[in-house]
C-alpha cells in the first residue's frame, strides 16, 4: 500500500482531520541509516508529524525543519519538509537501544528525554522565517507535538503518532492531527475527545489494514466524514546532488579549501540525510578554489 495524507472534515465542517499513513517513507529511512527498532519508532514519529505539518504549507518553495534536542541518549532528530510533502531526516545515535518501558513498548520518551525543546521553523517566503519553540513534556513525541501547537500556535489539537516495528522492519506507521474549528461545540468536542480513547493506536489501527478514511471515522465518531483532499502522497527524499555540495565547500573560503588540497589532495562528503558518499578528487577541488575566488 502507497503512503497517504488525507484530510477531512467532520461533525459537519467543525471538526478538522488530518489522516497519514507512512510506513514505506519510514522503512526507506530505517534502511538508509540502518536504525535500531528504538531509533526507527522515534525517528519515524518525527518524519510522521513532519510530513503531516509540511502538507499544510502552501508553496512549492517552502520549508520546514523540525529539531527535536533532548537528554536522552538518541541525541538530536533533526527532520526537513517541503510541502508535498517530501520529507528527510537525521538522528545523532541511530544504533540507540534500551529495555522496554512499563507498557512493554519501545521507550522512545526515554531515548528522546523529556527534558530539551523542540523547535519548528518555517521558511515560507517571508523576510524571516517563523520560529516556534516549546519544551518537552514526555519525549514521546506526539504529546509534545499537541503541547507545542497549544503555546507556540494557540491551537487545541489532538496529537497521535505511532510506528510498529518488528524483525522484519516497519509493519505500519502513521498519525493524525485533530483540531476543532472555532465554531465546534463542547459537545462535538467531547465525542471526538471519547472516539480517540476508544479508537485505540494508530499503528494498530494501520496493522489492522483499516483505511485512513475508517481510522477518521473511528476517531471523530463521525461516520459522514468528509474528504477535502486525497491527493497527497508522503515521500522520503533527500534531493542532494554532488553540485550543492560543491557550492557547499566553496562557502569554506579559499583559506581552507587550500589547506584540504594541500594536506589531503581530495574531500569526501556524506550526506547525513541518505548517508550518500561524494568524493572530490584535487582538481575537482582547485576548481572549486577558482570559483571561490571570484565572491
Same mark, same amino acid.
Given at each position: ?137 514526555? $519525549?514521546?513525541?506526539? @504529546?509534545? !507535538? %499537541?503541547?507545542?501547537?497549544? *503555546?507556540?500556535?494557540? /491551537? =487545541? ?81 533527500? $534531493?542532494?546532488?554532488? @553540485?550543492? !555540495? %560543491?557550492?557547499?565547500?566553496? *562557502?569554506?573560503?579559499? /583559506? =581552507? ?39
Amino acid at each position: 500500500m502507497k503512503d497517504q495524507i488525507i484530510k477531512f472534515l467532520a461533525h459537519k465542517g467543525k471538526i478538522s482531520v488530518v489522516c497519514a499513513s507512512t510506513t514505506n517513507l519510514v522503512e526507506e529511512a530505517r534502511k538508509l541509516h540502518d536504525l535500531s527498532p528504538l531509533a526507527t519508532a522515534a525517528m519515524g514519529r518525527v518524519l510522521t508529524i513532519t510530513a503531516l505539518i509540511g502538507s499544510e504549507m502552501k508553496n512549492k518553495t517552502d520549508k520546514l525543519t523540525i529539531q527535536i534536542k533532548g537528554n536522552g541518549p538518541i541525541g538530536k532528530i533533526v527532520a526537513v519538509s517541503d510541502n508535498q510533502p517530501h520529507v528527510k531526516a537525521c538522528i545523532t545515535n541511530p544504533h540507540v537501544d534500551l529495555p522496554l518501558n512499563e507498557f512493554q513498548k519501545l521507550d522512545v520518551g526515554g531515548a528522546v528525554g523529556n527534558q530539551g525543546f523542540i523547535n519548528v521553523i518555517k521558511d515560507i517566503g517571508l523576510k524571516e522565517p517563523y520560529i516556534g519553540i516549546s519544551p518537552l513534556t514526555s $519525549g514521546e513525541i506526539a @504529546e509534545d !507535538f %499537541a503541547n507545542y501547537f497549544q *503555546t507556540s500556535e494557540q /491551537k =487545541q489539537t489532538a496529537v497521535a503518532l505511532g510506528v510498529l516495528v518488528d524483525k522484519n522492519g516497519v509493519r505500519s506507521s502513521g498519525g493524525y492531527i485533530i483540531s476543532p474549528m472555532p465554531d465546534a461545540t463542547d459537545e462535538e468536542i467531547s465525542i471526538v475527545e471519547k472516539s480517540i480513547f476508544e479508537a485505540g493506536a494508530m499503528s494498530r489501527m494501520l496493522d489492522e489494514k483499516l483505511t485512513l478514511k475508517e481510522i477518521a471515522q473511528k476517531i471523530t465518531g463521525d461516520k459522514d466524514v468528509q474528504v477535502i483532499d486525497a491527493s497527497i502522497e508522503p515521500k522520503y527524499e533527500c $534531493g542532494c546532488s554532488k @553540485e550543492k !555540495f %560543491a557550492d557547499s565547500l566553496a *562557502t569554506l573560503g579559499k /583559506k =581552507q579549501l587550500k589547506e584540504i588540497i594541500e594536506e589531503d589532495e581530495k574531500a569526501e562528503i556524506i550526506c547525513q540525510f541518505c548517508n550518500k558518499k561524494y568524493e572530490f578528487n584535487k582538481e575537482e577541488l582547485e576548481e572549486i578554489l577558482k570559483n571561490a575566488q571570484k565572491e
